[in-house]
């Protein structure tokens, strides 16, 4: 059984930052893709970071130079390192994890940018 464990979310200002783990264990081998998700009420879940085992990277156009990916292979965890937050950002956060067929998702993680 896999399970993925998020955390880092919460309350910010405007400007401020914010960093969102997400740790994945259990019976799982050979991740091949890490992203981010986010979804507003009333709104699709959308794509915002992904990471491939290589290390190729890529960022929605509304995040690009705020926000930053990466991922640590050995802990089997994906990061999101948010700047310059917008109320926009507010969102949950979604980490996705691809490992061989399989597709899985975490729980969620809110984010709200507000002052």
């Known amino acids: 059984q896999v399970q993925l464990v998020e955390s880092g979310g919460g309350l910010v200002q405007p400007g401020g930052s914010l960093r969102l783990s997400c740790a994945a264990s259990?019976?799982?081998?050979?991740?091949?893709?890490m992203g981010w998700y986010r979804q507003a009420p009333g709104k699709q879940r959308d794509l915002v970071a992904g990471i491939s085992r290589g290390g190729t990277t890529n960022y929605a156009d509304s995040v690009k130079d705020r926000f930053t990916i990466s991922r640590d292979n050995a802990k089997n965890t994906v990061y999101l390192q948010m700047n310059s937050l917008k109320p926009e950002d507010t969102a949950v956060y979604y980490c996705?994890?691809?490992?061989?067929?399989?597709?899985?998702w975490g729980q969620g993680t809110q984010v709200t940018v507000s002052s």
């Open positions: 259990g019976s799982i081998f050979n991740i091949y893709y």
């Open positions: 996705n994890i691809i490992s061989g067929f399989d597709n899985y």
